[in-house]
């Protein structure tokens, strides 16, 4: 039973560091309506940057860590002048088809900048379990996990407040319903669209610092946009608590299914199983556990 | 700046040759880089590729060239893509009068070209991954998986542990996991390691990982229960140090694991930190700043400028080496064939494959080339394309990869065998009539 906790727990942790690469997502699509699929190049970038500058250029990390945060904003600027205002009122299909193309060309950017070579990095915690409790229940729960927790707790309190809460946020929300109603009421969508790209810049640094703290800095880091994706379809696109409870369930039953099930299957199914669960899902709740329900009129 | 110079270039798909100093011209022997320098892979492909060309550039700058016959070479980009490997060498296959042989890196490209270089006649050299049943030339006379196979790994890594146990006898009752990624690669040792569990009585466990590899919960939480005397690490790319980062959180001695060598470069382990410390994998070849080679390199390619790699602390790691390494059976087979067919003169592919056939690299040799200890002894013949076999271990100390062993050598009894079946089933399938390798000249 114990070893079935441990399972469970692992699970549940690792679908937080999941839930924060989807925060990213569901960011870009709250107010662009837009499936960003150049978040995964984003983090890549973000985490790539904060480890160069440390490593290539011998910054302290508090001068690392400002810096590469400067970068992203830039990054998210950048994107919203030469991508996507050229693209107001086009198709969202368009500007899907754009952030494909910004993906590629983020990743190469950054092995252009900081080299192809993997980079080891460490941000003070330890992947280690806290030792008093696998002495008193033989469950080993890793402290750099519950810290991962810990951290998305807090963006996820932060974005909601901030969505719910300001000004901009509201104005965020509207856009996202509809571009041109948002437009003709006098909400600058340049400037709306500049802001999220660029928060959504600071969510991918620290994911990337918190991935890439757990398994390298490297292009592999593209890949957790792969682990986003069922959290995604499970939690609702435009929903941040959605992007959190989707990535528990996630995280959770593709370990479980991974331990219990897998031995009789082959094993290696964690890969496929969370976009199964993501799928059934689907099909009963097409907008997601947290997603908002769209009625159309006929 | 050089190397955002020739990112870019990989990017936009252009060729290196400005980059590397290499230009076509009559009378050279072409050799055509499939490389990959951007991408997933591209911290393996640009140390690979870069020890390569660096090994050219030496012959070449040091000795004019291969009795006087320049080396020159082209890259294509293949982001390690296997329709991009096959569109590079339908491009390049042709150049600078024809290709001497292609080493793609890959064993998904490699797979794809073994039906269309025997068609061209251009021999394909796989050093240390491909398909193991290839070392039968009588099947694949245009294929060389040469030095070491993947069959030959796990049957040097299965003696490695049976040194540290203190005998294939104690074995018996062990529990051995075989961790590995999810694909033809990682189950290419699954038959060796099987028949091995049978014969020496260990139980023989085996946990996949699905591609990429960045989450290992799940499989370090089973190997936490197992509780394995060894776990053999048989990963690629971001899954190895995802591996290490995983074994540590669980408390699995680091000690234990036992790498393959595409879990064996400082890619691999640099990014675990101190999680790394201790892990032993298996290698080809040797690696280090001081190597005699690398230090003649770095005085004539690097003193003139010509060197390839941006980042000169990587000069000498796994990769760097490994490069090397096939540039030395590149140079060394043209050499062999100029002996044969004439010296100073362009050898074609076919004329390329003769001297694959007959090279014999021995301890003599190689310290000619100030290559002993670089890799080893290999003596390659018409029925045998592998050559050698042998592999040796080294552990990574925080710092640098020491050795730990010297050159094992594979059960070649047994791994024979099983070559010549799978050779023979393949050739049955695809109608291939295995040629008389006693009329071979």
Not at chain 1, 83 to 93: D, K
Not at chain 1, 128 to 133: A, C, D, G, K, L
Not at chain 1, 175 to 200: E, K, M, N, R, T
């Amino acid at each position: 039973m114990s070893f079935f906790f441990e399972v469970l727990v692992a699970g549940l942790l690792s679908g937080v560091m999941y839930a924060l690469v989807a925060l990213g997502f569901v960011l870009i699509f709250k107010a662009s309506g837009v499936f960003n699929f150049a978040q995964g190049a984003m983090v890549f970038f973000a985490a790539a940057t904060f480890a160069g500058l440390q490593q290539e250029h011998h910054l302290s990390v508090w001068l690392a860590l400002p810096l590469a945060l400067v970068a992203m904003v830039v990054l998210g600027l950048v994107i919203e002048r030469v991508v996507l205002r050229p693209l107001v009122n086009q198709p969202q299909i368009t500007l899907f088809m754009a952030t494909i193309g910004l993906a590629f060309f983020i990743e190469g950017m950054s092995q252009m900048f900081w080299g192809s070579t993997p980079r080891g990095l460490s941000i003070g915690i330890e992947d280690q379990p806290f030792q008093w409790v696998s002495d008193r229940l033989n469950i080993n729960i890793s402290q750099f996990d519950v810290f991962a927790a810990f951290v998305s707790g807090i963006l996820v309190v932060l974005l909601a407040l901030f969505f719910q809460r300001t000004r901009i946020g509201r104005a965020l929300r509207a856009v996202a319903d509809d571009h041109q109603a948002a437009l003709s009421v006098g909400i600058p969508l340049q400037y709306i669209w500049a802001i999220v790209w660029a928060v959504a810049g600071f969510v991918a640094l620290v994911a990337g610092m918190l991935w890439g703290a757990r398994n390298g800095v490297g292009f592999s880091l593209t890949f957790t946009a792969l682990k986003a994706l069922p959290v995604l379809i499970l939690g609702g696109f435009e929903s941040i608590p959605g992007a959190i409870v989707g990535g528990l369930i996630i995280g959770a039953s593709e370990k479980v299914a991974e331990v219990y099930l897998g031995p009789h299957v082959g094993g290696g199914i964690e890969g496929w199983f969370a976009y199964v669960i993501a799928l059934a899902f689907l099909l009963v709740r097409p907008e997601g556990l947290f997603g908002e329900k769209h009625i159309d009129r006929v | 700046m050089l190397r955002r110079t020739k990112v870019l270039a990989g990017l936009f798909g252009l060729a290196l040759a400005a980059a590397t100093g290499a230009a076509l011209a009559a009378g050279e022997q072409f050799v055509p880089l499939l490389s990959y320098r951007v991408g997933p892979y591209a911290a393996g492909g640009s140390g690979f590729f870069g020890g390569y060309i660096d090994y050219m550039n030496y012959v070449n700058m040091k000795e004019g060239g291969i009795n006087g016959v320049k080396l020159s070479w082209e890259e294509c980009e293949t982001e390690y893509n296997n329709s991009r490997g096959v569109e590079c060498y339908e491009r390049l296959k042709k150049h600078g009068g024809g290709a001497s042989m292609v080493q793609p890196l890959s064993t998904g490209i490699s797979y794809s070209l073994i039906d269309r270089v025997a068609t061209d006649k251009i021999p394909l050299v796989t050093i240390g991954y491909g398909r193991t049943d290839a070392a039968d030339g009588s099947v694949f006379p245009w294929v060389f998986p040469m030095i070491t196979t993947y069959w030959s790994q796990a049957s040097d890594i299965i003696k490695y542990i049976e040194t540290k146990a203190g005998g294939a006898d104690k074995l018996r009752g062990k529990k051995i996991v075989h961790l590995y990624h999810d694909s033809a690669y990682g189950k290419e040792p699954i038959p060796v390691l099987e028949a091995y569990a049978k014969q020496l009585g260990f139980e023989l466990t085996l946990i996949p990982v699905a591609h990429p590899g960045n989450e290992q919960g799940a499989q370090w939480l089973q190997i936490r229960q197992i509780k394995p005397d060894w776990v053999i690490l048989w990963g690629w790319g971001v899954m190895n140090p995802t591996a290490l980062k995983a074994a540590a959180k669980v408390g699995y001695p680091r000690t234990q694991i036992i790498g393959d060598w595409w879990a064996g470069s400082e890619e691999d382990v640099i990014p675990a930190g101190d999680a790394a410390k201790g892990y032993t994998a298996a290698a080809f070849n040797g690696s280090g700043a001081n190597l005699p080679l690398v230090q003649a390199i770095k005085k004539v390619v690097y003193g003139a400028g010509k060197g390839n790699l941006e980042d000169k602390s990587r000069i000498g790691s796994v990769y760097h080496v490994r490069g090397i390494v096939s540039g030395i059976v590149t140079v060394e087979a043209i050499r062999v064939a100029q002996e044969h067919f004439g010296k100073g003169k362009v050898m074609t592919g076919e004329q390329v494959r003769w001297g694959l056939d007959h090279l014999n690299l021995t301890e003599a040799r190689l310290k000619q080339l100030d290559a002993d200890g670089l890799m080893p002894p290999t003596h390659v013949t018409c029925e045998d394309h592998e050559g050698s076999g042998l592999a040796r271990f080294q552990t990574w100390d925080g710092n640098e990869w020491k050795v730990v062993s010297g050159w094992i050598s594979p059960d070649k009894q047994m791994l024979r065998a099983m070559i010549v079946e799978s050779a023979n089933k393949y050739a049955k399938e695809k109608g291939i009539t295995p040629r008389d390798c006693s009329k071979e000249g």
